[in-house]
């Protein structure tokens, strides 16, 4: 039986299992758009294109599954860039669809008419322009298998009008993929794996680097047999955390640029660093010739390129982590490194006195202490997406993630106004779990037209932003290294909560630590999606902090308050 | 130091595209690149010329094997290989020098495919050694004119991966892409 090539495009989508899609409708995807009320398909409807990407990439952290986003041509496709370049450097499984002119059209500068092929070719794992009907199995099959196989990432399905409109034959069978399949790297030889063992079972000093590829790969519990075995600690990167315990004994905590310093410093003194599943980016290395000196290095990785890209290593074995781990863990000796683990603790203790966590309770509220209080109130079972800056620092630091894909936050890309779409996603996809959004005011004027979608949509996600009236990320750096020049990093808000008023969601303002713990039990129990600002202290900075191209032990330490003060009783 | 690659393609618009983009977004510096149908109907074949050290190619193969349109990736490095390019060359040559350009030609094994009073154009293939010692040598006749096609290369003896030829999808050539450093 002929299908329209939109029908074609759902039929392909329920094939795979997709019940919910982001987007947005235009002139160009309308057939599409129209086939769709056929279908048992949940069309989330966003308020800008860029959210329906980041929705829909929060949809895949949280749960695992691909994201898919629907998109118009010319300007619906180029708003999805930024999406699609946030989820390509997180190695996130999306795919998105977008309308094109009709083929006979194409390169004629015809109304809403983009190369969005080329454009998203370098922030894309693979993209497609699809003219025919009968082209459109086997491109959107296609697309779902390299989005997820190897190291994922984003896919782009281009397909003109006339091949959403004319007529073809279903045929799932034979759109079955394989060129995904071209490049499965051999397992690695049984001598690099002894070499990787033999370096592991002599090693005095050794430290795990816990990445994301953790998480993309189910290696949780061989990762934890590995340390715990081997008594090797691990530290963790930011996407990495959650993928391993944060409150795990052998847990170190976040490394890089604003790590704790015991866990920078154990990196840096390590006789043996064993990274899996990361990538060595600049923000976690430092200054590449002072990095961890004296170490040696396995590197295991599903992406071949990334070997020896920033940091040469001994060792690297190629392949998907779990697979790799399983082949290595029954040669991995028992051993006890309690000399190591204790000259780590120290440091540990000498960095634990600076914790803003101790400073007293002056009347003054702490982006730390709300980051704090909401994990002990939540009881760390949260899931928290965060945006980009000094309040997604303060959370990777004073929330301590123990559970899978529990947070969500752009890393590679860094991009402002991720948080509130990607924590609409993350909710769609786990309905049964807490979701907060945890947001600068900055970073959440980007993209807060969404609220309207949650609104529209009925979904409660729970809102933290931290608000300080500066970009405050920008401003730390102005501070530190611009001699305090602010140059266009002062911002103005809204009233947030007669914002939230007129989104028709709770809203609430906190001033005070005390307050804190009312305004987050009062968010909670609202029916529907809440907001709270917490207006905090407004030239507050992250530290640690080793700065951009010095040495990872090189770090900017937290101004140690004098005289010492405790807070004494935990209001929390 | 250059490195020869040889990459196998689909045959379809926009996989030039693709792998030039790659060598721009990664900073690899492409010294030649020549690209051709085989003698399967849809692969297409490139060869790749790079500069630059080894580490660098070793990654740039990786990133290639990551391209959707990517059969296969050879690096020519290790192997005996077979390395042409052709270049057309219009020099300066009146009739009194016209007899010792010539000559010059012949030694060169090279073709005159076209006199003009006072120039001639000459067509070589060979190494890229032989192109530039067959140009420096007519340089001081003025060299009006040069086209080059860039390298296109091949391994001497058997196929190294006989995949290619069947109708299976191919696989790698090299046992084991686990590596020490």
Redesign the interface.
């Known amino acids: 039986m002929e299908q329209t090539g939109a029908q074609i495009i759902w039929e392909c989508l329920l094939k795979m299992g997709v019940d919910t899609v982001f987007g947005y409708p235009g002139g160009a995807i309308l057939p599409t758009y129209d086939a769709m009320t056929g279908y048992p398909v949940r069309h989330v409807l966003v308020r800008h294109e860029q959210s329906a990407v980041h929705m829909a990439d929060g949809y895949s952290r949280a749960s695992g599954r691909t994201g898919v986003v629907v998109a118009t041509s010319g300007p619906g496709a180029t708003n999805l860039v930024t999406g699609l370049a946030t989820a390509m450097l997180d190695s996130i499984p999306l795919v998105a669809i977008t309308g094109q002119v009709g083929s006979g059209l194409l390169g004629t500068d015809a109304f809403q008419e983009v190369d969005i092929t080329g454009i998203t070719l370098p922030v894309t794992k693979h993209n497609y322009l699809v003219t025919r009907p009968e082209d459109i199995a086997p491109a959107i099959r296609e697309a779902f298998a390299v989005a997820t196989s190897g190291r994922p990432g984003p896919v782009l399905v281009d397909i003109t009008k006339d091949a959403q409109q004319g007529k073809a034959t279903f045929e799932w069978e034979k759109a079955m993929p394989t060129r995904h399949l071209r490049h499965i790297p051999p397992f690695p030889a049984a001598a690099e794996l002894e070499r990787a063992v033999a370096m592991i079972n002599e090693a005095k000093r050794p430290v795990i680097l816990a990445g994301h590829g953790i998480q993309l790969s189910g290696a949780r519990a061989e990762v934890l047999t590995l340390a715990e075995r081997a008594d090797i600690p691990f530290a963790i990167t930011l996407l990495g955390l959650g993928a391993v315990p944060a409150t795990h004994p052998h847990s170190l905590g976040m490394m890089g640029m604003h790590g704790e310093a015991w866990v920078n410093q154990a990196i840096q003194e390590a006789d043996l660093l064993i990274a899996l599943g990361m990538r060595f980016d600049d923000r976690v290395t430092g200054r590449l010739k002072a990095y961890a000196p004296d170490a040696k290095k396995i590197h295991i990785d599903i992406d071949f390129s990334e070997f020896n890209k920033n940091v040469p290593v001994d060792v690297a074995l190629g392949g998907d982590l779990l697979q790799v781990l399983r082949a290595i863990l029954p040669k991995v000796q028992s051993a006890r490194h309690t000399p190591w683990l204790e000259r780590i603790n120290s440091w540990r203790g000498d960095s634990a006195v600076r914790d803003i966590k101790n400073l007293p309770d002056d009347g003054h509220l702490y982006a730390a202490h709300v980051m704090h209080d909401l994990w002990k109130l939540t009881k760390g079972a949260a899931v928290v997406v965060t945006d980009v800056g000094q309040h997604q620092m303060w959370e990777a630091q004073y929330y301590h993630h123990d559970g899978e894909r529990s947070l969500i936050t752009s890393g590679g890309a860094g991009t402002m106004g991720f948080a509130l779409p990607a924590a609409i996603g993350a909710k769609m996809a786990c309905p049964d779990a807490e979701v907060w959004v945890v947001a600068g005011d900055g970073g959440f004027q980007m993209t807060f037209a969404e609220l309207m979608t949650a609104v529209q949509e009925d979904v409660k996600v729970n809102i933290a932003i931290i608000n300080n009236g500066f970009l405050g990320m920008v401003r730390q750096w102005q501070e530190l290294f611009y001699e305090s020049r602010y140059a266009a990093t002062p911002i103005l808000s809204p009233d947030f909560v007669k914002l939230a008023e007129a989104f028709g969601v709770h809203g609430q303002r906190v001033d005070k630590r005390a307050d804190v713990a009312s305004a987050v039990a009062a968010a909670r129990a609202a029916k529907g999606t809440a907001l709270i600002e917490f207006r905090v202290e407004q030239e507050d900075s992250v530290y640690p902090m080793v700065a951009a191209g010095a040495a990872l032990h090189d770090m900017i330490r937290r101004p140690s308050p004098s005289p010492l003060a405790e807070t004494g009783a935990d209001p929390v | 130091m250059t490195h020869v690659l040889v990459v196998y393609t689909?045959d379809e618009p926009?996989v030039l595209?693709?792998v030039a983009?790659l060598f721009r977004?990664r900073g690899f510096n492409i010294h030649s690149l020549t690209v051709g149908p085989t003698e399967r109907p849809s692969v297409s074949r490139m060869t790749v010329v790079v500069d630059t050290d080894a580490?660098t190619a070793?990654?740039a193969v990786?990133?290639l094997?990551?391209?959707?349109?990517?059969?296969?990736v050879q690096q020519l490095g290790q192997h005996a290989k077979v390395v042409r390019d052709l270049a057309l060359i219009r020099v300066s040559a009146n009739a009194t020098q016209r007899s010792e350009v010539l000559q010059l030609v012949q030694v060169f094994r090279s073709n005159v495919v076209d006199i003009a009073e006072d120039s001639l154009v000459i067509e070589c293939t060979g190494s890229l050694g032989k192109i530039e010692a067959l140009v420096d040598t007519l340089r001081p006749f003025g060299i009006l004119e040069m086209g080059r096609t860039g390298a296109v290369a091949m391994t001497r003896g058997l196929r190294t991966d006989p995949s290619l030829v069947s109708s299976s999808?191919?696989v790698?050539a090299?046992?084991?892409?686990?590596?020490?450093?």
């Open positions: 689909d926009g595209t693709r983009s977004r580490n070793r990654r990786e990133h094997r990551k391209l959707v349109n990517v059969l296969e999808e191919p790698r090299e046992s084991s892409q686990s590596m020490s450093v």
